[in-house]
């Protein structure tokens, strides 16, 4: 069992930056891959970022490449999500999620544990 806790989210205006935290519990958070995903309002949720459990590997959606950066501190059960150069359409709720499967995926349904979410509104 994992529990997840996000923290960092808030109000930010466009072109500044935020970090995202996702604090994790459970021993076996080392072996997980670890998700971003966010969900704006009357939208489905997408993908953002995921990170492998070694942190050798990443993938992210192609609207925040080169902006948002994922890692993770295994000793700290922790993964990130740098998020620079913020733009209106970031503007969501965020959500931390962990895979049990010891490969980067993309599909939210792909993933056993959620967080319950931290805002992210950046205005123009």
């Known amino acids: 069992q994992v529990q997840l806790v996000e923290s960092g989210g808030g109000l930010v205006q466009a072109g500044g930056s935020l970090r995202l935290s996702c604090a994790a519990s459970?021993?076996?958070?080392?072996?997980?891959?670890m998700g971003w995903f966010r969900q704006a309002p009357g939208k489905e949720r997408e993908f953002v970022a995921a990170i492998r459990w070694s942190g050798g590997s990443t993938a992210y959606a192609d609207s925040v490449k080169g902006r948002f950066t994922i890692s993770r501190d295994n000793a700290k059960n922790t993964v990130y999500l740098q998020m620079n150069s913020l733009k209106p359409e970031d503007t969501a709720v965020y959500y931390c999620?962990?895979?049990?499967?010891?490969?980067?995926?993309?599909?939210?349904?792909?993933?056993?544990?959620w967080g319950q979410g931290t805002q992210v509104t950046v205005s123009s």
């Open positions: 999620a962990a895979d049990r499967a010891m490969v980067v995926r993309t599909i939210p349904q792909r993933y056993d544990y």
């Open positions: 459970g021993r076996t958070f080392s072996t997980y891959t």
